[in-house]
Nanobody
Framework: QVQLVESGGGLVQAGGSLRLACAAS????????MGWFRQAPGKEREFVAG????????RYAESVKGRFAISRDNAKNTVYLQMNSLKAEDTAVYYC??????????????????WGQGTQVTVSS
């Protein structure tokens, strides 16, 4: 069982930055692929970024490439999402998720076993 708690959301002006963190419980954090997803009002939840178990590989949605960076610290059981050059369209609830499977398919929501409660990010234009 893994519990995920996101933090770091808030209100920021367009062009600004935020850093989200997701703290995981348990001793096996390093065995999980991790991902960030988001859901804007009236829209379906969508993939944002994913990171491999050791942190050596990352994947991003086209809409955030070059602006967002996912990273993890396995010693601290935490995954991060650095968000730069924020746009109004980045406004959403951001969720982290953990995938305990043996193959990595970061964009597939069905692959993830555990989800956090979400943190709101609002970008004002």
């Amino acid at each position: 069982q893994v519990q995920l708690v996101e933090s770091g959301g808030g209100l920021v002006q367009a062009g600004g930055s935020l850093r989200l963190a997701c703290a995981a419980s348990g001793r096996t954090f390093s065995s999980y692929y991790m991902g960030w997803f988001r859901q804007a009002p009236g829209k379906e939840r969508e993939f944002v970024a994913g990171i491999s178990r050791g942190g050596g590989a990352t994947r991003y949605a086209e809409s955030v490439k070059g602006r967002f960076a996912i990273s993890r610290d396995n010693a601290k059981n935490t995954v991060y999402l650095q968000m730069n050059s924020l746009k109004a369209e980045d406004t959403a609830v951001y969720y982290c998720a953990a995938d305990g499977g043996t193959t990595w398919d970061p964009k597939s929501q069905n692959e993830y076993d555990y989800w956090g409660q979400g943190t709101q990010v609002t970008v004002s234009s």
